[in-house]
């Protein structure tokens, strides 16, 4: 069992930065694949960013790339989120998720574990 705990979301204004962490439980972090996936009212979950175990994999969603960065740090056990130049359009539940095959893609079903939730507002 894997639980996945985000933090770091907000309010904030049009152009602002944020940075998301999301801390895992479990000896085996470095072995997994982490994700951001994001869910704005009204819409289905959509991929965001997501890196492999060996960080040798990393993509973005269209939308998000040259302003997000994904990271990790293995002896935290945490995943980060960078957003810059944020935009009212990235409001929305950001979840992370762990792919325990390692892999790192944009595909829901591929991921095992999710956290909760955390909130990002972007005003205008």
């Known amino acids: 069992q894997v639980q996945l705990v985000e933090s770091g979301g907000g309010l904030v204004q049009a152009g602002d930065s944020l940075r998301l962490s999301c801390a895992a439980s479990g000896r085996a972090f470095s072995s997994y694949a982490m994700g951001w996936f994001r869910q704005a009212p009204g819409k289905e979950r959509e991929f965001v960013a997501a890196?492999?175990?060996?960080?040798?994999?990393?993509h973005y969603a269209d939308s998000v790339k040259g302003r997000f960065t994904i990271s990790r740090d293995n002896a935290k056990n945490t995943v980060y989120l960078q957003m810059n130049s944020l935009k009212p359009e990235d409001t929305a539940v950001y979840y992370c998720a762990a792919d325990l095959r390692g892999t790192g893609t944009n595909f829901e079903y591929e991921y095992d574990y999710w956290g909760q939730g955390t909130q990002v507002t972007v005003s205008s």
């Open positions: 890196m492999s175990w060996s960080v040798n994999s990393i």
